[in-house]
Nanobody, 131 residues
């Protein structure tokens, strides 16, 4: 079955950088759309960035220019490079996945990311940014 395991979270000061990784298994990685979401205490889960099987990307406005999503299909691994981190980036970060055919039919890559469009989730990795 689909398994997603995040790593790379931690505590950094404002302005610092972190790189998150998501190791995927149990499916044909190259046929799926992958995404990062985050959830802060008391807030709804929000989309951060997504990358489809054709390389199309979608970023939340709040992270454009600071975060970069990428993937290594040979390693079945998704990454999120986070630079210029701010205290408001503090959250649990989740990796998500779903079939590209499903995602494309929903028009996911052309709209703000919504958690309900993704059916597979990791357990999350905590990112804490101090001022």
């Amino acid at each position: 079955q689909v398994q997603l395991v995040e790593s790379g979270g931690g505590s950094v000061q404002s302005g610092g950088s972190l790189r998150l990784s998501c190791a995927a298994s149990g499916y044909t990685y190259s046929t799926y759309c992958m995404a990062w979401f985050r959830q802060a205490p008391g807030k709804e889960r929000e989309g951060v960035a997504a990358i489809d099987s054709d390389g199309t990307t979608n970023y939340a406005d709040s992270v454009k220019g600071r975060f970069t999503i990428s993937q290594d299909n040979a390693k079945n691994t998704l990454y999120l490079q986070m630079n210029s981190l701010k205290p408001e980036d503090t959250a649990m970060y989740y990796c998500a996945a779903d079939r590209s055919t499903t995602v494309q039919a929903l028009g996911v890559m052309g709209a703000p990311l919504w958690a309900g469009d993704f059916g597979y989730w990791g357990q999350g990795t905590q990112v804490t940014v101090s001022s």
